[in-house]
């Protein structure tokens, strides 16, 4: 029988029992935090192993505490806020004092007495509620004492006031995380709030806005505690960039130096708070930005000021001449990111500034393209005219100005980098690469310059083609002294560009258009045959010495000899046009071009000009051909040309494939003389194809016996017999039938007699189908005159001859097919 002790008894003993297990419990986490420092004491080590249990719960114990204690602070938060705003009126002035002050000064007096007990969590939520109580008490307070007060004004006193509590209470209990990013965050408004209440201009809005990314900045920089940084950063970034593009509104606006010089303070005020974080960044990268950002507001500042000072046409110039100015600072002893920073900034203006300043060259270089269609019309009134199209600038001559002074500065820090000076450091990649890529770039905008001037300053329009052609002239003597392929390619890519535009800048007279194609033509010439000594031949790469001429790049060796053929293919046929001769004989003249390529590229031999020089050459013939296909004879005696300077290019080594092209174009010319003189036989087109045919076809099967005859003679017998034969079975006389049949019966006996197989079998079904053309007329008239039966029994008859001799017939054709497998 169990005896079950009464209530109250048990009620004891399970308290007893629960003790106990609570006491156990506090001695095993004191073990356990005991364990845990000496494993951290002792060094790194793994993590130490857990019991396997049953899994754990969806929320762990602390954050279902924090959910509920945050929760438990929202409720009391919006309880707070509606007694306050509904509920106010039912108390009178001593009962609302009392109530808010008691309960404030509870909420925040708590969380310390809650810290001492170890109940973090509780006093983060308790304390966030003061907060909030205390933006209520400040609410309250308005109402009850300053009811008169602006609203905004007692904002930006109340937000100050808080933020310094906040701020206060925060490092009075630090072990609290909310009250100091919630003080920073209430820093944020008092400025710009009293800026409101004030009713300030821009001015002193944006003034209160950097003032407060300073502030965040000095927190961001300087505060320890890692939350307070990360708040600060963030308003330090957007008020700082809002305060930044609010003074260069401000600076763009301005119409006088004085308001140029008040918002220029405001932009050097904000470059001064990016340069203090590039000074204390740790980061090199954000060093680097952020002391690119700080020049820009600088050279921002004082080009706004120098902007108002001049004519509103040179705005982009003042502000390159500042960036330029910025450059400076690399000779500084700032700090290596500053500088680097700060030549960024530099190069950031100056390539705005030269990309307001290219469309005028872009101007001068494309607008001529429109002579085109109004060649030799007469000669405009000056160089501007010339273009045909409005330049893009009122004053286009600071385009040339603005690209000339970036060239310069470029020019300049490529001697600076060449001699050593060392004050930027080690440079990112191969300082001969940051020096010959500056190079380049002052070379280009250089000419860009150059390019615009004429029609920039209105010179007359004979100056410009010459001021053209001089660019041409210098850029290619840079390509030729070059002593790298990328400076040598880059110079001979823009006289390349520069001498299309001046060529088509010509055509407006026939005077100008002649002097300036030969111009271009000697000149690339002259580089051709530079660049020709300077580019070893495969034969004398592995001979060159240590003591050779440095070799150009053979992109730009080739890019000077297809321009010189070019030029040289347009000047003949202007020439043609001059003298007034008729298309196709301006096209026959301008074949002296590819015969002169032709015989150039076979003396330069296996130098690596030979081949471009020989593809320009069979582009100009193609020209040349195009030109005198409108009048057959002429494109006859043009087809004959080309074809032999096509032979004779496949006289050399290594060339021997264009033997195909010169037989084609010497084929071709004969059937266009032969068109022209009204021949439709075949035979005549074809067998001047077919003799030549079968004695390569001969030549080459006696080289090498082991190439069939249909390989060898195929072709060559195709192309007589078969037009042949089908203009034969539509040819009402005897003649054309009986000579085809004798030819093809000769080519059958001499298949069979040399055991050749492509003339047997050609020949055979050529003559067979021959005979059969011959007679069918007569099959015909003894079909019409046989009696119907008699088709059928003949063929009965046959099949029964074949089924009976059927294993003779097998044999037979086995015969057949093994005699022409023995034949060639």
């Given at each position: ?13 399970l ?7 609570e006491?156990r ?59 306050t ?16 002050g ?14 001492r ?39 930006a ?7 310094t ?40 809005v ?6 407060t ?5 000095a ?14 950063a ?19 606006r ?27 960044a740790k ?5 680097m ?12 500042a ?10 509103p ?35 950031v ?10 469309p ?7 607008g ?26 009122s ?15 470029l020019?300049?820090?490529s001697?600076?980098?060449?001699r ?13 690469a ?23 300053l ?23 002294r ?20 001046v ?36 034969r004398g ?27 040289a293919?347009?000047?003949?046929c202007?020439?043609?046009a ?21 015989f ?29 296909a ?5 494109l ?14 496949a006289?050399?080594?290594g ?15 004969s ?10 036989t075949?035979e ?20 090498e016996p ?38 093809a ?44 039966w ?16 059927y ?18």
């Amino acid at each position: 029988m169990t005896n079950i002790p009464p209530p109250a008894e048990e009620l004891r003993l399970l308290d007893w029992e629960l003790h106990q297990l609570e006491a156990r419990r506090t001695q095993l986490l004191r073990r356990r935090a005991w364990l845990l420092g000496v494993l951290r004491a002792a060094g790194p080590a793994g993590p130490p192993s857990r019991p396997a249990g049953p899994p754990a719960p969806e929320a762990a114990p602390p954050s279902a505490q924090n959910i509920l204690l945050t929760l438990g602070g929202v409720l009391l938060t919006i309880a707070a806020i509606a007694f306050t705003v509904v509920s106010w009126g039912h108390l009178g002035i001593a009962g609302r004092g009392a109530v808010l002050g008691l309960v404030t000064l509870a909420a925040l007096g708590a969380p310390a007495l809650l810290l001492r007990r170890s109940l973090r969590s509780t006093a983060e939520a308790v304390a966030g509620l003061g907060l909030a109580l205390t933006v209520l008490d400040s609410y309250a307070l308005r109402h009850l004492a300053l009811p008169e007060t602006g609203t905004l004004a007692y904002a930006a006193g109340t937000s100050a006031v808080l933020a310094t509590l906040w701020a206060g209470y925060g490092l009075l209990l630090g072990a609290l995380r909310l009250p100091l990013p919630a003080a920073v965050v209430t820093a944020q408004l008092p400025l710009l709030l009293w800026a409101g209440a004030a009713d300030a201009g821009d001015h002193a809005v944006t003034a209160a806005l950097l003032v407060t990314a300073a502030f965040d900045t000095a927190l961001a920089l300087w505060a320890t505690v890692r939350s307070v940084r990360v708040v600060a950063a963030v308003g330090g970034c957007t008020l700082g960039l809002w305060g930044a593009a609010g003074a260069g509104l401000l600076s763009a606006r301005a119409t006088d130096p004085m308001e140029a010089a008040r918002a220029g303070v405001l932009l050097l005020f904000a470059a001064l708070i990016v340069l203090v974080v590039a000074w204390r960044a740790k980061e090199p990268r954000i060093a680097m930005g952020a002391a690119g950002a700080g020049g820009l507001l600088v050279v921002a500042a004082s080009g706004g000021v120098l902007r108002t000072a001049l004519p509103p046409e040179w705005t982009v110039p003042a502000y390159l001449v500042c960036g330029v100015a910025l450059a400076a600072v690399v000779r500084t002893a700032l700090p290596r990111p500053v500088r680097l920073g700060a030549a960024g900034a530099s190069a950031v203006v100056q390539g705005l500034a030269v990309l307001w300043a290219l469309p005028v060259t872009a101007v001068a270089l494309l607008g001529p393209l429109g002579w085109a269609t109004r060649s030799w019309t007469g000669a405009p009134s000056d160089a501007r005219a010339a273009l045909l199209i409005e330049l893009p600038l009122s004053h286009p001559m600071l385009a040339p100005l603005v690209l000339a002074t970036s060239a310069a500065f470029l020019l300049v820090v490529s001697g600076a980098l060449g001699r050593g000076s060392a004050w930027l450091g080690p440079l990112p990649g191969s300082s001969a690469a940051v020096r010959s890529g500056t190079r380049l770039g002052a070379l280009t905008l250089a000419w860009a310059a150059a390019v615009a001037l004429p029609s920039a300053l209105r010179l007359p329009y004979v100056a410009g083609p010459v001021a053209q052609l001089a660019v041409t002239a210098v850029l290619l003597t840079v390509a030729a002294r070059a002593t790298s392929a990328a400076s040598a390619l880059t110079a001979s890519a823009l006289a390349l560009v520069s001498s299309v535009s001046v060529a088509f800048l010509a055509l407006s007279t026939e005077a100008a258009t002649l002097g300036t194609l030969g111009a271009l033509t000697a000149l690339f010439l002259a580089a051709c045959g530079w660049t020709a000594r300077r580019t070893p031949s495969v034969r004398g790469e592995a001979a060159a010495g240590a003591h050779a001429i440095p070799a150009v790049g053979p992109a730009a060796a080739a890019l000077a000899a297809c321009a010189a053929v070019a030029y040289a293919t347009a000047l003949a046929c202007a020439a043609g046009a001059a003298a007034g001769l008729r298309l196709e004989h301006v096209g026959l003249a301008a074949l002296a071009v590819p015969a002169l390529a032709a015989f150039a590229a076979a003396r330069l031999g296996r130098h690596p000009l030979a081949l471009p020089v020989e593809i320009m050459a069979a582009a100009s013939g193609a020209l040349a051909l195009t030109l005198t296909a409108g009048h057959a004879p002429t494109l006859a005696l043009a087809l004959s040309l080309c074809g032999l300077i096509a032979a004779g290019t496949a006289l050399r080594p290594g060339r021997r494939p264009v033997g195909y092209a010169a037989g084609a174009l010497l084929l071709l010319a004969s059937w266009v003389r032969l068109a022209s003189w009204g021949v439709v036989t075949p035979e005549a087109y074809t067998l001047p194809a077919t003799v030549p045919a079968l004695l390569l076809g001969s030549w080459r099967r006696r080289r090498e016996p082991e190439v069939s005859s249909w390989e060898a003679y195929g072709p060559g017998l195709a192309l007589t017999l078969l037009p042949s034969l089908a203009a034969a079975w539509g040819d009402a006389h005897w003649q054309r039938p009986l000579l085809l049949g004798a030819a093809a019966l000769a080519l059958t006996l001499i298949g069979a007699r040399h055991r050749l197989r492509a003339p047997l079998v050609l020949g055979g079904t050529v003559l067979a189908l021959d005979a059969l053309h011959e007679l069918a007329p007569y099959l015909v008239q003894v079909a019409g005159a046989l009696p119907r039966w008699l088709p059928p029994a003949l063929a009965g008859l046959l099949l029964l001859g074949v089924g009976a001799t059927y294993e003779q017939r097998l044999r037979d054709a086995r015969r057949l097919r093994n005699a022409l497998g023995r034949m060639h």
